[in-house]
């Protein structure tokens, strides 16, 4: 089976600082795969490259048949690619109905002229557009909140309309930023759950970069972990918790807590 997802050599610098260093790795369909290391391992810098927002010294990102290196930022969405982020982008005085309804915009425009003078395209695509919100908003149990200014709900719902307007671009590869930051431990619990669901059901392969490694040996595939820019080991969550070069990497608190 051909992977989803094939980073090879991945370098990136910043001047005389190497963030990246020829990192590689693949990521199978319907797989969830962790990325873990501790602050400053380049999870971000990887993240980054893979989102267009820095382009890399060195090295080639593929999905599917795409080189993501071809494929500007604003392009992604319409490759596949989906994301949330480690802290909260979303437009706190919008309804969370009107946040998710944002991530359809690609997927169903209907053309300037029609938009200009909402004509039927423009019409059948609105319609198709509060279909598949509403589809989202129940499948994440948002539904109850649609119409709430998204600024007054809980931290674990806010994020849940963060990857519901993820979800609703139908991505094919989802990439989760910390998803489980600020998390109280109901709501990653959930989260997991979630997780699990999102590949099981639905067949999402995802790359999920966090620092919980609670959640990340529950829910990951495989996992690869970082260290000043270099990749030091990549396995199963059995083989990964015993690495003697991970648990010296993490101190072998958090690993051993997992």
């Given at each position: 089976?051909?992977?989803?997802?094939?980073?090879?050599?991945?370098?990136?610098?910043?001047?005389?600082?190497?963030?990246?260093?020829?990192?590689?790795?693949?990521?199978?369909?319907?797989?969830?795969?962790?990325?873990?290391?501790?602050?400053?391992?380049g999870?971000?810098?990887?993240?980054?490259?893979?989102?267009?927002?820095?382009?890399?010294?060195?090295?080639?990102?593929?999905?599917?048949?795409?080189d993501?290196?071809?494929?500007?930022?604003?392009?992604?969405?319409?490759?596949?690619?989906?994301?949330?982020?480690?802290n909260?982008?979303l437009?706190?005085?919008?309804?969370?109905?009107?946040?998710?309804?944002?991530?359809?915009?690609?997927?169903?425009?209907?053309?300037?002229?029609?938009?200009?003078?909402?004509?039927?395209?423009t019409?059948?695509?609105?319609?198709?557009?509060?279909?598949?919100?509403?589809r989202?908003?129940?499948?994440?149990?948002?539904?109850?909140?649609?119409?709430?200014?998204?600024?007054?709900?809980?931290?674990?719902e806010?994020?849940?309309?963060?990857l519901?307007?993820?979800?609703?671009a139908?991505?094919?590869?989802?990439?989760l930023?910390?998803?489980?930051?600020?998390?109280?431990?109901?709501?990653?619990?959930?989260?997991?759950?979630?997780?699990?669901?999102l590949?099981d059901?639905?067949?999402?392969?995802?790359?999920?970069?966090?620092h919980?490694?609670?959640?990340?040996?529950?829910?990951?595939?495989?996992?690869?972990v970082?260290?000043?820019?270099?990749?030091?080991?990549?396995?199963?969550p059995?083989?990964?918790?015993?690495n003697?070069d991970?648990?010296?990497a993490?101190?072998?608190?958090?690993?051993?807590?997992?």
């Amino acid at each position: 089976m051909a992977a989803h997802l094939s980073i090879r050599d991945l370098t990136c610098r910043f001047g005389g600082l190497t963030a990246l260093d020829h990192v590689s790795f693949d990521v199978m369909p319907g797989t969830v795969m962790g990325l873990i290391g501790p602050n400053g391992a380049g999870k971000s810098t990887l993240l980054n490259c893979l989102c267009r927002i820095y382009q890399p010294s060195e090295g080639s990102i593929r999905f599917e048949d795409a080189d993501l290196l071809q494929t500007r930022a604003h392009d992604l969405c319409r490759a596949g690619v989906g994301r949330t982020f480690q802290n909260l982008e979303l437009f706190g005085e919008m309804t969370v109905r009107d946040n998710v309804l944002v991530g359809c915009d690609f997927r169903l425009g209907a053309g300037f002229w029609s938009d200009l003078v909402r004509g039927p395209k423009t019409r059948r695509a609105e319609r198709q557009a509060t279909e598949l919100v509403e589809r989202e908003l129940e499948a994440l149990r948002l539904a109850h909140c649609a119409d709430s200014i998204v600024s007054t709900l809980s931290f674990g719902e806010q994020k849940r309309v963060e990857l519901a307007r993820a979800l609703v671009a139908a991505p094919r590869l989802l990439l989760l930023d910390e998803p489980a930051a600020g998390a109280n431990p109901s709501e990653t619990e959930q989260l997991g759950r979630l997780i699990r669901h999102l590949r099981d059901a639905r067949g999402l392969t995802i790359l999920l970069i966090e620092h919980d490694m609670s959640l990340v040996m529950d829910v990951s595939d495989e996992i690869v972990v970082l260290n000043h820019g270099q990749k030091i080991a990549q396995g199963t969550p059995a083989e990964i918790g015993t690495n003697p070069d991970v648990i010296e990497a993490y101190l072998g608190e958090d690993l051993e807590d997992a």
